[in-house]
């Protein structure tokens, strides 16, 4: 990947390269760093699948007439946040976005099987919402494969799981897979 990125966005490393720079210039065990790092990406992810829920119970509060400010309490959150939130509400997906299922399988609360399947399953468009669109259906209601290649690169899914899921989409898109 090249070094230009977008204003704002932080660059994605491969796990591995990243372990192998902060233990040279720690002059540190790799395992040890390993491990550090490991925990760190899988606490990211947890933190990531526990605002999902927060945002779905949010939601389902709402739905069952249950007034902002007793979210906001129950939430531990202002008011003015469960507003904010319910008025975005059209723009989070229904179902579980790539990362979501990728975050659940690093919580331990899938198996990788299970993970690969359910992304196997998704539709994935191959574009992302532009920056200053307010809604973008296609990107609400599937996950992009932008996605997958940044959770393949982040180290949350293996390069056998990635090549799993990618075929299985390109299958049933119709493309061609390489071997």
Do not use: N
Not at 110 to 137: C, F, K, N, Q, W
Request: proline share 3%; net charge positive.
């Amino acid at each position: 990947m090249g070094s230009r990125h977008r204003a704002g966005q932080r660059p994605r490393h491969d796990v591995e390269s990243l372990v192998d720079a902060l233990a040279a210039r720690m002059d540190g065990d790799t395992a040890s760093v390993r491990a550090a790092v490991l925990s760190v990406l899988h606490s990211r992810e947890q933190q990531h699948l526990a605002e999902m829920e927060l945002r779905r119970g949010i939601f389902d509060l709402a739905d069952l007439g249950v007034s902002q400010r007793d979210i906001a309490r129950l939430a531990g959150i202002s008011q003015p946040e469960v507003s904010r939130r319910l008025t975005r509400r059209a723009l989070t997906a229904s179902r579980p976005s790539p990362r979501e299922v990728i975050s659940q399988r690093q919580a331990g609360l899938i198996d990788s099987d299970t993970m690969v399947r359910e992304l196997s399953t998704m539709a994935m468009t191959h574009r992302t919402p532009a920056r200053d669109s307010g809604y973008d259906s296609a990107a609400a209601q599937t996950g992009t494969a932008k996605e997958l290649a940044a959770a393949f690169q982040d180290g949350l899914i293996s390069e056998g799981e990635y090549e799993t899921v990618r075929r299985a989409i390109a299958g049933r898109q119709g493309r061609f897979t390489r071997p």
